[in-house]
């Protein structure tokens, strides 16, 4: 995954060049040289320095940040806990139906445990099928937070707190 930059203190309307760019971004200046090399981030090459918009680096910067959900594929799910796109655990997941088009899909993170769920279309259950095993819920999914105790009683326990009540 590429590593991120703070885009929050870019300013939209300013004209920047590759060294406060560099300054803002905490990189080095090597590293704008060739996002602007690679027609990645818009730049003016007629002048120099080259001069870059504000709202291009934002854009850009915005662009990069988003990348990993974008090529997320049908089977991975996105993980809240560790912001990132993720293979389901033990490659197993659970479909609940919801609409006649759409259902839930749901996993758990193998990097962090906790349930990732998302919605998808019918249509591309057979591809997600063809990653991973997938499990056909009626009502809601059964698999729980791994970060969460149980919070089951067993059946006994209640008998006698009824028992020493009357
Ligand atoms: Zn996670």
Partial sequence: MPKRFPAHGVKTHRIYTVWEIAE???CHRHTVTRWI???DLDADRTCKPWLIRGADLKAFLGHRQAKPTRRMAPHHCFCLGCKSAQ???GNFAEYTHQTPTTGRLTALCPACGVVMSKVIRRTDLEAIQAKIEVAFQQAAPRLVSLSEPSSEVALGQEDQTHAKAS
Avoid: F, G, Q, S
């Fill in 37 to 39: 090399k690679a027609r």
């Fill in 24 to 26: 803002c971004l905490r």
């Fill in 87 to 89: 293979i389901p655990d």
